[in-house]
């Protein structure tokens, strides 16, 4: 079974600022990963899917890089509405796992 | 637009069965895959399975033994199943449009497992 780690566990930082997550898997999922946005109480919010690419209505602030082991979520000028927990998700292997989660918090 | 809502109990007791139901509007359960997901209470997330097609299934090794997702496709809904309860299954239960990356999701309904 694949494993995602993502990292950092927190990230602080202040709207205006650009916030870089990770998501490192233990074995090559190719470009078979996606980044999901989760604010409390409501249902993950699909951002990226296939390393790279937006889905439809995500702003182009959020940005995913990366292939094979490595990926990474930039978000260019974080706005007070992205201030939530990101989730990485590969689909190259099932079962499907998710990442645990980066908490992006307001500084 | 689809929209997906979950149904069902909101308590179950330990060794019985929860039931869930996923209402699918806006688009036919015969196209696509429809997943099954699930958050334990401050947790993280966890797939438990997806159905294509109205009946290939594919199920989480750490519960393949306990689940079971089926389609409706009169009533245009698809089910999940899981039995012998625990506690340790009390989690909010996501439905979503897809097998790979889904897009859309359920707004998740909370089940407590509990005598």
């Known amino acids: 079974e694949i494993v995602l780690t993502q990292s950092p566990a927190t990230l602080s930082l202040s709207p205006g600022e650009r916030a870089t997550l990770s998501c490192r898997a233990s074995?090559?999922?190719?470009?078979?990963l996606a980044w999901y946005q989760q604010k409390p109480g409501q249902a993950p919010r699909l951002l990226i899917y296939?390393?790279?690419n937006r889905a439809t209505g995500i702003p182009a602030r959020f940005s995913g890089s990366g292939s094979g082991t490595d990926f990474t979520l930039t978000i260019s000028s974080l706005e007070p509405e992205d201030f939530a927990v990101y989730y990485c998700?590969?689909?190259?292997?099932?079962?499907?796992?998710f990442g645990q989660g980066t908490k992006l918090e307001i500084k | 637009q689809v929209q997906l809502q979950e149904s069902g109990p909101g308590l179950v007791k330990p060794s019985e069965t929860l039931s869930l139901t996923c209402a699918v509007s806006g688009d036919s359960i015969s196209t696509y895959c429809w997943s099954w997901i699930r958050q334990p209470p401050g947790k993280g997330l966890e797939w438990i399975g997806y159905?294509?097609?109205?009946?290939?299934?594919n199920y989480n090794p750490s519960l393949k033994s306990r689940v079971t997702i089926s389609v409706d496709t009169s009533k245009n809904r698809f089910s999940l199943k899981l039995t012998s309860v625990t506690a340790a299954d009390t989690a909010v239960y996501y439905c979503?449009?897809?097998?790979?990356?889904?897009?859309?999701w359920g707004q998740g309904t909370l089940v407590t497992v509990s005598s």
């Open positions: 296939d390393a790279s």
């Open positions: 159905i294509c097609n109205s009946e290939t299934t």
């Open positions: 979503a449009r897809g097998g790979g990356s889904p897009g859309q």
């Open positions: 074995q090559s999922v190719s470009s078979y």
């Open positions: 998700q590969q689909r190259s292997n099932w079962p499907h796992i």
